[in-house]
């Protein structure tokens, strides 16, 4: 069966100031979306709206001691763009020979008063044992120009691969925003730790090293983590002291090869229960840290801690059941993939005490 | 479309925004399996409840309620599909047949395959065809949503208890002429009882012309060109109107049949006889003092006389129009409330009277705000006796709640135009004919003009129809103070 050719091109209109970006990923992404989905083409088609989390992690990292001394911000209302980056896989069915994915990625920016966004797809990619290693591997040709490039786990498994490629349009983004953005805070979702899955130490340093050539700063905010102290989460410790406020969680020892290119400190950002892991690029001076961190407080809103502009981020990318039920209506027209209904092993088996295979 | 759910009598059908269809339409749910067909109607168009779809209106106003601007580099055009799926509706509809090989009953007990049936919209004409609602009496009564003709058979009506209702000014009185002069020009006689003058110009075209129907129009306007010869009275017809219309008591009732009989005997029923017997009667004075109010009452209605050339007979207009078809017109503009009680209390007597005698074989009677003039008794005798009597009648209202519950019961057509007010369509869907939910649903949502059909005209087939335009002089348009000070 012929397959429509899709109109294949990269956005025309991208906001930002243009020096050399380099569009060669998404590019990439579709070239890449559009093959796998040729293939799956005539499959049955198991629907499955499980999502995938972007999940933190596991930092082998040590806490020693810690300056439990909290840092006092003021906002400050110098006209700063505050910008920031996330992304959202998603599972959207299965195949006989392997599973239908879909990834989004949002960036948004506050400039004076009005949030602006940039939304790069969705992407669909039918990922199966035979393929994955091709697709991958061609999508980090693209962004990091070589294979296989501090990765020291080779291909990810077949149920990595929606967090994976994920992660390698988040570092897209996060790239494109370090080299058009001037004078301005960019927002991370996540951390500065590097050497782990998904996030090469070379590529967020040349990141790092962008964003701060024009004079940015990143600030990466973790929604979770698992560091802890004196038993504690580090978020969780008792401070009494009153918002804003940030404290410095000193001298953690990563494991090799986890490198820590951020100090990482705990956000209070506004009253209430919620603080947040937050690292601050290493190779910053402290003094600009703090400024940075009352320059978020005095050109961005912060709900519960948290930046709206990030916020409005994940909000974005993050797919809805409506969008689920769309590509799906998308793949079946346009690839005629057959929607069969496979049973849950888990109801089948257990009937109302099986909570479903999602939750196993 | 998809067949999706089936509760009771209402099926639910997923329909997409490429697919048209409004409240009032009719589906045909085929399943080919069985060679069946279920014929259902659209009652309520809803969005279909699409998960997640108030997170996706959530995320579009996040910015203190104003759109938040971005572009999209969607390369797989998957933004379509998401509003192809945010725009789904959902179908309610109410199941009204069954179609097996081209014949049509109103069994609903068997369900169509929810995967292998084929729904599509269902062409009134090709509805009505099936249902057969055309005879050899066809009436038009204006066009379906898809400019189609809606056409019923005038025997549809015979024999049948009618209601015309809605707000005002949605076009009763309109549809009722166009019945009535459809009546007329299959020879049918009918009687109107107009309450605001707004038949007497049916004779006539827009531009004041006679038209095909202006010597079966006859006006008769009490006291003026219709009065009665007390000679010509029947003793029971006058008995009715002296004790309903002007509630005269058991007592004096029968002193005057009395005093009638007396007058009867000696040939001497004039009024001026009529008055000198009651003040010459040895009855007791309270006695005295009914008849006489009551006397005078009818002595000042005007619309009794002694003098037989001034007296037009009913009988003659009624005859007249029995023989050439006609509709005689009742004009009761300008009349009060008691005399108005006086002249129907007189006109249905007469009708009872030649029709129990077959002088009539039929009649139709248009009553427009009956309530105003039709006493209490007569409504159960409408629907009971008159009915096997031949007196068809057709209620005209814009206030259904004075129009009572047994009189819905039984109603076997109902022409219901727009009404908003709740309670006044929970009136209506008292009718026997029609399920509440569909009066509700549907009669909110009808345009100026527009009339659902409900009954045995349409055979059980709910249908909503603009009443065609009539070239007739309107003579019930509202009086306006400021019509010509532009």
Redesign the interface.
Known sequence: MLIEQ??????P?Y?FPQPTIDTSL?QRL?EL??HSLKHAQNQPFQLNQQFFQQSNNLEQIQTTRTQLQPIPLTPKQEETMVAAVDTSSIKIGETTKGMVIAVRGATIWKNRK???????????FHVTEENKKQVYTALQRAYLNSPYEHNHNGSPSLLQMPTRIASLLERWQQTMLSKTVTNGLILFDGSLTSGINGAPTQRIKEILDNARKKQNIVLAFSKMTSLRFNGYLITDIPINHKPPYLFKIADLKPKPPIVLLGDVYVAKLTKGNYAFRLDIDKQVPTEQKIEALEKLLGNDLLSQSYPETLR?AH??C?F????????Q??IA?KYDLKIINRPDMHRLLFGPFGKGETCS | MKLYKKEGNIVQILSFPNETVEKGDYLLIEDGDVGKGLIVQVIDVQFANIPGILEELLRSLPDGGELIQGEDFDPLEIAPHITYIQDARLLRCKIRATMNNESLSPNSSWLPSRSQSAIKKLPIPTLLKMAKTTGELPIVLGGTKDSMLLTIDASSLDGRLNIVTGKKETGKSHLSKLLMLNLIRYGATVVVFDLNGEYTSLGMTSDEKRNAYHNKIHVLTPSQNFKVVLKQLNLHVLLSILIHALHLPGTSAREFRTIWRSLKERDNLTLHELGEAIRNSRCNHHVRDALFSRYYALLNSRFFTDNVAEAMLLNESLLKAKNEGGAIIINLRNTSSIDRQIVVEYVLGKLVELLTSWKLKAVFLFAEEAHLYLRETYWDDIVTRMRHLGIFTTFVTNQPNTIRENIYRQADNIFLFNFTNEHDLEVVSRAARVDAETVISIATDLPPRHCLVLGKVVKDFPMVVKVKALDIKTMGETRLFFKDTN
């Open positions: 899709l109109a294949i091109t990269t956005t209109k906001s998404p579709i979306s559009i009005y949030y602006r966004y940039l939304r790069f797809g969705p992407f669909i409005l909000i974005l993050t809805t059941a409506n969008e689920v039920i769309a590509m209506h998308f027209r």
